[in-house]
Protein backbone atom coordinates (compact mmCIF):
# COMPACT_ATOMS: atom_id res chain seq x y z
CA UNK A 1 0.00 0.00 0.00
CA UNK A 2 1.53 3.47 -1.10
CA UNK A 3 0.15 6.69 0.04
CA UNK A 4 0.31 10.30 -1.55
CA UNK A 5 2.93 12.51 -0.96
CA UNK A 6 2.18 14.15 2.73
CA UNK A 7 0.94 11.14 3.68
CA UNK A 8 2.07 7.71 5.68
CA UNK A 9 0.86 4.30 6.04
CA UNK A 10 -0.52 3.84 9.71
CA UNK A 11 -0.60 0.19 10.76
CA UNK A 12 -2.10 0.93 13.95
CA UNK A 13 -5.09 -1.48 13.37
CA UNK A 14 -2.69 -4.15 12.42
CA UNK A 15 -1.76 -5.68 9.28
CA UNK A 16 -4.16 -5.63 6.23
CA UNK A 17 -5.85 -9.20 6.54
CA UNK A 18 -8.33 -10.42 4.10
CA UNK A 19 -10.97 -13.15 4.64
CA UNK A 20 -13.23 -14.45 2.57
CA UNK A 21 -12.94 -11.60 -0.08
CA UNK A 22 -13.49 -8.90 2.84
CA UNK A 23 -10.79 -6.97 4.19
CA UNK A 24 -10.75 -7.51 7.80
CA UNK A 25 -8.31 -4.72 8.50
CA UNK A 26 -6.42 -2.42 6.63
CA UNK A 27 -3.97 0.31 7.39
CA UNK A 28 -4.97 4.00 6.67
CA UNK A 29 -2.91 6.96 4.98
CA UNK A 30 -2.44 9.64 7.65
CA UNK A 31 -1.43 13.27 7.56
CA UNK A 32 2.04 13.30 8.23
CA UNK A 33 3.08 15.62 11.04
CA UNK A 34 5.92 18.46 11.64
CA UNK A 35 8.71 16.75 13.03
CA UNK A 36 10.89 19.86 13.63
CA UNK A 37 11.02 23.53 14.03
CA UNK A 38 10.72 25.64 10.72
CA UNK A 39 14.40 25.83 10.15
CA UNK A 40 14.33 28.79 7.17
CA UNK A 41 13.72 31.51 9.94
CA UNK A 42 16.49 33.72 10.20
CA UNK A 43 17.52 34.91 13.69
CA UNK A 44 14.32 32.35 15.87
CA UNK A 45 15.58 30.77 19.04
CA UNK A 46 15.29 27.08 18.17
CA UNK A 47 15.87 26.47 22.06
CA UNK A 48 13.22 28.16 23.17
CA UNK A 49 10.71 27.38 19.99
CA UNK A 50 10.63 23.19 20.56
CA UNK A 51 7.23 23.65 20.96
CA UNK A 52 7.07 23.30 17.32
CA UNK A 53 8.56 19.85 16.82
CA UNK A 54 6.43 16.95 15.95
CA UNK A 55 3.48 19.41 15.34
CA UNK A 56 0.54 17.21 14.16
CA UNK A 57 -0.55 18.11 10.34
CA UNK A 58 -3.84 20.96 10.87
CA UNK A 59 -2.19 22.30 14.07
CA UNK A 60 -0.28 25.94 14.52
CA UNK A 61 2.84 27.09 16.72
CA UNK A 62 4.26 30.02 17.56
CA UNK A 63 7.67 30.86 16.90
CA UNK A 64 10.01 32.30 19.65
CA UNK A 65 13.52 34.79 18.65
CA UNK A 66 16.35 35.21 19.98
CA UNK A 67 16.79 38.49 21.87
CA UNK A 68 16.62 41.85 20.38
CA UNK A 69 14.32 40.17 17.97
CA UNK A 70 10.47 40.23 17.82
CA UNK A 71 8.74 37.48 15.79
CA UNK A 72 6.18 38.84 13.12
CA UNK A 73 3.47 37.21 11.79
CA UNK A 74 4.23 34.45 14.48
CA UNK A 75 2.35 31.74 14.26
CA UNK A 76 3.12 29.33 11.54
CA UNK A 77 1.07 26.04 10.38
CA UNK A 78 1.92 22.62 9.89
CA UNK A 79 0.11 20.70 6.68
CA UNK A 80 0.88 17.16 5.66
CA UNK A 81 4.46 17.19 7.19
CA UNK A 82 5.35 21.06 5.69
CA UNK A 83 5.60 24.38 7.38
CA UNK A 84 3.23 26.82 5.91
CA UNK A 85 3.30 30.58 6.94
CA UNK A 86 5.51 34.28 6.72
CA UNK A 87 6.52 34.54 10.42
CA UNK A 88 10.10 36.79 10.61
CA UNK A 89 12.32 37.74 13.23
CA UNK A 90 12.94 41.39 13.06
CA UNK A 91 15.34 43.54 15.45
CA UNK A 92 13.93 45.54 17.74
CA UNK A 93 13.58 49.11 18.26
CA UNK A 94 14.94 51.59 20.69
CA UNK A 95 12.25 52.94 22.40
CA UNK A 96 12.23 56.16 24.40
CA UNK A 97 14.28 54.72 27.17
CA UNK A 98 17.10 57.29 26.46
CA UNK A 99 20.90 57.01 28.09
CA UNK A 100 21.15 58.80 31.24
CA UNK A 101 23.16 62.15 29.24
CA UNK A 102 23.63 65.33 31.45
CA UNK A 103 21.84 68.52 29.41
CA UNK A 104 20.05 66.21 28.05
CA UNK A 105 16.69 67.63 26.25
CA UNK A 106 14.98 64.43 27.28
CA UNK A 107 11.21 65.57 25.51
CA UNK A 108 13.04 67.31 22.51
CA UNK A 109 15.27 64.20 22.19
CA UNK A 110 12.77 61.56 23.16
CA UNK A 111 10.42 63.31 20.01
CA UNK A 112 13.35 62.39 17.41
CA UNK A 113 14.58 59.48 18.96
CA UNK A 114 11.52 57.18 19.50
CA UNK A 115 11.59 54.13 17.60
CA UNK A 116 15.01 54.76 16.32
CA UNK A 117 15.18 51.22 13.86
CA UNK A 118 18.26 49.34 14.59
CA UNK A 119 21.25 49.78 12.58
CA UNK A 120 20.36 53.05 12.49
CA UNK A 121 21.03 56.10 14.41
CA UNK A 122 19.75 59.50 15.91
CA UNK A 123 20.25 63.08 16.94
CA UNK A 124 20.04 64.31 20.15
CA UNK A 125 19.16 67.51 21.53
CA UNK A 126 20.60 69.35 24.46
CA UNK A 127 19.57 72.15 26.53
CA UNK A 128 20.27 75.76 25.48
CA UNK A 129 24.13 76.36 25.69
CA UNK A 130 24.91 73.09 25.30
CA UNK A 131 25.74 70.63 21.68
CA UNK A 132 25.78 67.36 21.22
CA UNK A 133 28.98 65.49 20.43
CA UNK A 134 27.38 62.75 18.12
CA UNK A 135 24.44 60.80 17.60
CA UNK A 136 23.17 57.69 19.41
CA UNK A 137 23.51 54.30 17.71
CA UNK A 138 20.57 51.73 18.13
CA UNK A 139 21.53 48.12 17.58
CA UNK A 140 18.62 45.40 18.66
CA UNK A 141 16.08 47.47 20.92
CA UNK A 142 19.42 48.81 22.83
CA UNK A 143 21.72 52.10 22.98
CA UNK A 144 25.12 51.63 21.82
CA UNK A 145 26.90 52.26 25.21
CA UNK A 146 30.42 52.71 23.71
CA UNK A 147 28.71 55.35 21.29
CA UNK A 148 26.67 57.76 23.68
CA UNK A 149 27.37 61.02 23.20
CA UNK A 150 27.63 63.88 25.81
CA UNK A 151 25.97 66.87 25.95
CA UNK A 152 28.92 69.53 25.50
CA UNK A 153 29.18 73.43 26.83
CA UNK A 154 28.80 76.04 24.22
CA UNK A 155 31.87 78.74 24.31
CA UNK A 156 29.94 81.99 25.32
CA UNK A 157 32.80 83.95 24.77
CA UNK A 158 35.78 85.50 22.64
CA UNK A 159 38.84 82.70 23.02
CA UNK A 160 41.45 83.83 25.46
CA UNK A 161 43.87 85.30 22.81
CA UNK A 162 46.55 88.28 23.83
CA UNK A 163 45.88 91.48 21.75
CA UNK A 164 42.61 90.23 19.99
CA UNK A 165 40.22 92.84 19.00
CA UNK A 166 37.42 91.67 20.93
CA UNK A 167 35.13 93.83 19.62
CA UNK A 168 35.43 92.84 16.05
CA UNK A 169 35.81 89.32 16.85
CA UNK A 170 32.62 87.38 16.48
CA UNK A 171 33.23 83.57 18.46
CA UNK A 172 30.79 84.70 21.12
CA UNK A 173 28.25 81.56 21.52
CA UNK A 174 30.31 79.05 19.05
CA UNK A 175 28.97 75.59 19.46
CA UNK A 176 30.88 72.98 21.19
CA UNK A 177 32.60 70.85 18.10
CA UNK A 178 32.63 73.80 16.08
CA UNK A 179 35.23 76.33 14.60
CA UNK A 180 34.98 79.73 14.64
CA UNK A 181 36.84 81.94 11.90
CA UNK A 182 36.05 85.40 12.77
CA UNK A 183 38.63 86.38 14.79
CA UNK A 184 40.42 89.84 14.16
CA UNK A 185 44.05 90.70 16.36
CA UNK A 186 44.26 94.69 17.21
CA UNK A 187 46.08 96.99 14.81
CA UNK A 188 47.13 100.52 16.10
CA UNK A 189 49.82 103.05 14.33
CA UNK A 190 52.57 101.37 16.27
CA UNK A 191 51.80 97.84 16.24
CA UNK A 192 50.29 95.60 13.82
CA UNK A 193 48.87 91.86 14.70
CA UNK A 194 47.86 88.57 12.88
CA UNK A 195 46.41 85.67 13.89
CA UNK A 196 48.83 82.78 12.69
CA UNK A 197 47.18 80.92 9.70
CA UNK A 198 47.82 77.00 10.76
CA UNK A 199 45.86 77.84 14.03
CA UNK A 200 42.11 76.96 14.17
CA UNK A 201 40.04 78.34 16.79
CA UNK A 202 37.58 75.13 17.71
CA UNK A 203 35.70 75.52 20.42
CA UNK A 204 35.42 71.96 23.15
CA UNK A 205 32.95 71.93 26.01
CA UNK A 206 33.35 75.82 26.50
CA UNK A 207 36.87 76.45 26.03
Known sequence: MNCDQGYHQDNSSGPATCYAGVWITKPTCEEDSCPAVPSTIANMNIT???????????????????????AANATMSCVRGEWYGSATCEPNPCTNDLPLISQLNVSASTAT????????????????????SSSLECSLGSWVESTIPTCDMDCSGNPPIQFLNETATLCQN???????????????????YT?????????????
Not at 48 to 70: F, H, K, R, W
Open 48 to 70: ASLLCSNVTSQSTCDIVCDEGYT
Open 113 to 132: CNNTVSGSSCEITCESGFTP
Open 174 to 192: TASGSTCSGATCLRSLSAY
Open 195 to 207: LDSQVSLICYNGT
